[in-house]
């Protein structure tokens, strides 16, 4: 375990105790930021001339589950907020120091749903839309978002689009209250964004296909084995660590509440076969998917460090066993859930917010069958593939 995630570990208990106020007030606590920044986590995918620790990306997911499994929302900041360092630091180096310039703890949010429009102007863009998801943003100073290409009338050209990742600072754009409203994952305060013809500088663009398909990476990181990881490997390993990380919490939740349930026919929850068994199951399968999702990323951390570059079979690969891991998971856990019997809906007990933080994590785009499994099995086939940013 790295320096980061001993720290969260050191200090679980601290971090569940700010789990409910800050479902209460959709948004993470300041005393949980303070916690996660204190860690180091945020700084683990950061290059280090940029004052981050450049580290083994295993070192990143062990801290984004570890976190997720003392308090959900924690953990799905983590993973989202923490991952965005690792494309930054092949973006360009004048925005990089606007933003790591005077602290290396800058938080960045996103989202990268292209749902925005951005018109050319002289030096730049100007930009428009709403986004909504933006996980963390609250407490973070810049944002990451996903928009296509107008011209100078705000036209869309016919066919394909083209797609750029646009920075911009806290202060060009609005953070929509009331906005996130939602069933789990209350505490990431993922509210929506928007802003109207924002100028956004030339240096603040990048073009979408350069990023997934690494040519910034080698182009500013050439000897770094960290950045020639893809988009799609590493943003789909970090949400696939933070669901893993609230399932470890779920499974311990569970464990605590078997000790002393009885259910109504008299049935002890903590000698009977059927618990027993399913206990037993549920955990062989996050030690399982745990174990799968880090052996993969060991894998390709190995590959790019001997100076190879990732396949697009590689690629699929880690998408279809990331998802299963993420499905295995949840699959085991629902039966285990279902047991503890209608006890099981209370809030005084926690099994409900720990499920439907779960519930609510599998259904991001990283988590979902028909985004991994299907192209997978297209390719195996020479069938063509759907466009995504995901492998």
Same mark, same amino acid.
């Given at each position: 375990?790295?320096?980061?995630?001993? #720290?969260?570990?050191? @200090?679980?208990?601290?971090?569940?105790?700010?789990?409910?106020?800050?479902?209460?007030?959709?948004?993470?606590?300041?005393?949980?930021?303070?916690?996660?920044?204190?860690?180091?986590?945020?700084?683990?995918?950061?290059? *280090?001339?940029?004052?981050?620790?450049?580290?083994?990306?295993?070192?990143?997911?062990?801290?984004?589950?570890t976190t997720a499994a003392a308090q959900p929302s924690a953990g799905w900041v983590a993973g989202v907020v923490g991952v965005h360092p690792w494309e930054i630091s092949f973006m360009h180096p004048?925005?990089?120091?606007?933003?790591?310039?005077?602290? !290396?703890?800058?938080?960045?949010?996103?989202?990268?749903?292209?749902?925005?429009?951005?018109? !050319?102007?002289?030096?730049?863009?100007?930009?428009?839309?709403?986004?909504?998801?933006?996980?963390?943003? %609250? #407490?973070?100073?810049?944002?990451?978002?996903?928009? %296509?290409?107008?011209?100078?009338?705000?036209?869309?050209?016919?066919?394909?689009?083209?797609?750029? @990742?646009?920075?911009?600072?806290?202060?060009?754009?609005?953070?929509?209250?009331?906005?996130?409203?939602?069933?789990?994952?209350?505490?990431?305060?993922?509210?929506?964004?928007?802003?109207?013809?924002?100028?956004?500088?030339?240096?603040?663009?990048?073009?979408?296909?350069?990023?997934?398909?690494?040519?910034?990476?080698?182009?500013?990181?050439?000897?770094?084995?960290?950045?020639?990881?893809?988009?799609?490997?590493?943003?789909?390993?970090?949400?696939?660590? +933070?669901?893993? +990380?609230?399932?470890?919490?779920?499974?311990?939740?569970?464990?605590?509440?078997?000790?002393?349930?009885?259910?109504?026919?008299?049935?002890?929850?903590?000698?009977?076969?059927?618990?027993?068994?399913?206990?037993?199951?549920?955990?062989?399968?996050?030690?399982?998917? *745990?174990?799968?999702?880090?052996?993969?990323?060991?894998?390709?951390?190995?590959h790019v460090s001997a100076g190879k570059e990732i396949s697009r079979e590689q690629r699929l690969n880690f998408r279809r066993n990331q998802v299963r891991a993420t499905d295995r998971v949840f699959?085991?856990?629902?039966?285990?859930?279902?047991?503890?019997?209608?006890?099981?809906?209370?809030?005084?007990?926690?099994?409900?917010?720990?499920?439907?933080?779960?519930?609510?994590?599998?259904? @991001?785009?990283?988590?979902?069958?028909?985004?991994?499994?299907?192209?997978?099995?297209?390719?195996?086939?020479?069938?063509?593939?759907?466009?995504?940013?995901?492998?």
């Amino acid at each position: 375990m790295g320096a980061a995630a001993q #720290y969260i570990a050191d @200090h679980a208990e601290r971090l569940q105790d700010e789990t409910l106020p800050g479902d209460r007030d959709s948004n993470l606590t300041a005393k949980t930021i303070e916690m996660l920044k204190a860690s180091g986590g945020f700084r683990l995918l950061l290059a *280090r001339d940029l004052g981050g620790e450049e580290a083994h990306p295993n070192e990143f997911l062990d801290w984004v589950m570890t976190t997720a499994a003392a308090q959900p929302s924690a953990g799905w900041v983590a993973g989202v907020v923490g991952v965005h360092p690792w494309e930054i630091s092949f973006m360009h180096p004048t925005l990089q120091q606007e933003i790591y310039g005077q602290d !290396p703890d800058t938080l960045t949010a996103s989202p990268y749903a292209p749902f925005g429009i951005a018109r !050319p102007v002289e030096g730049g863009y100007l930009l428009s839309g709403e986004w909504p998801y933006s996980t963390g943003t %609250r #407490y973070c100073d810049w944002v990451i978002l996903g928009c %296509r290409v107008a011209d100078a009338d705000g036209n869309l050209p016919e066919g394909p689009q083209d797609v750029r @990742h646009i920075v911009l600072p806290r202060g060009d754009y609005e953070i929509v209250d009331d906005s996130w409203n939602v069933m789990g994952l209350k505490g990431t305060g993922s509210f929506n964004v928007r802003m109207k013809d924002a100028f956004v500088p030339e240096h603040r663009v990048s073009e979408a296909e350069k990023v997934y398909e690494g040519v910034y990476a080698s182009e500013r990181r050439p000897d770094s084995p960290l950045y020639a990881l893809k988009f799609g490997v590493m943003f789909s390993a970090a949400i696939a660590a +933070g669901t893993l +990380g609230i399932a470890q919490g779920l499974l311990r939740a569970q464990r605590e509440y078997m000790e002393s349930r009885v259910s109504i026919a008299g049935t002890v929850a903590k000698s009977d076969p059927i618990h027993l068994n399913a206990l037993a199951v549920a955990e062989a399968d996050f030690e399982a998917s *745990r174990c799968h999702l880090q052996a993969m990323m060991s894998e390709l951390y190995a590959h790019v460090s001997a100076g190879k570059e990732i396949s697009r079979e590689q690629r699929l690969n880690f998408r279809r066993n990331q998802v299963r891991a993420t499905d295995r998971v949840f699959e085991s856990l629902s039966p285990l859930s279902r047991l503890a019997g209608s006890a099981g809906v209370w809030e005084e007990n926690g099994l409900e917010r720990w499920w439907r933080d779960l519930q609510t994590a599998v259904t @991001h785009v990283c988590n979902t069958r028909d985004g991994a499994y299907t192209p997978w099995a297209l390719h195996q086939y020479g069938g063509e593939l759907p466009p995504t940013t995901l492998y």
